[in-house]
Nanobody, 112 residues
Framework: QVQLVESGGGLVQAGGSLRLSCAAS?????MGWYRQTSGGQRELVAS???????NYADSVKGRFTASRDNAKNMLYLQMNSLKPEDTAVYYC?????????WGQGTQVTVSS
């Protein structure tokens, strides 16, 4: 059973930074971060596989950095220059075998 646990969300002022972490119960090749605003659809923020280069949504390019520590089964999202429109619940996602798994989500709120 794959378990994903996010941490690191919170309240920050615009222009500030936060770092999200996702702890996985197993080593997973394909992982990513998604976010969902209240009333909105869940959208991809960043994806990263194995030792590959991350891919980012246009809205976060140059501000967010996804990284992983395969030895610790950890996924990270460094978020800089945060904007109020980044406010959302952020989810860790993993594809393991043919199944997709989600964490419980962590709230990020950016005040103006």
């Amino acid at each position: 059973q794959v378990q994903l646990v996010e941490s690191g969300g919170g309240l920050v002022q615009a222009g500030g930074s936060l770092r999200l972490s996702c702890a996985a119960s197993v080593n997973i090749f394909n992982m990513g971060w998604y976010r969902q605003t209240s009333g909105g659809q869940r959208e991809l923020v960043a994806s990263i596989s194995g030792g590959g280069r991350p891919n980012y949504a246009d809205s976060v390019k140059g501000r967010f950095t996804a990284s992983r520590d395969n030895a610790k089964n950890m996924l990270y999202l460094q978020m800089n220059s945060l904007k109020p429109e980044d406010t959302a619940v952020y989810y860790c996602n993993a594809k393991y075998g043919s199944d997709y798994y989600w964490g419980q989500g962590t709230q990020v709120t950016v005040s103006s």
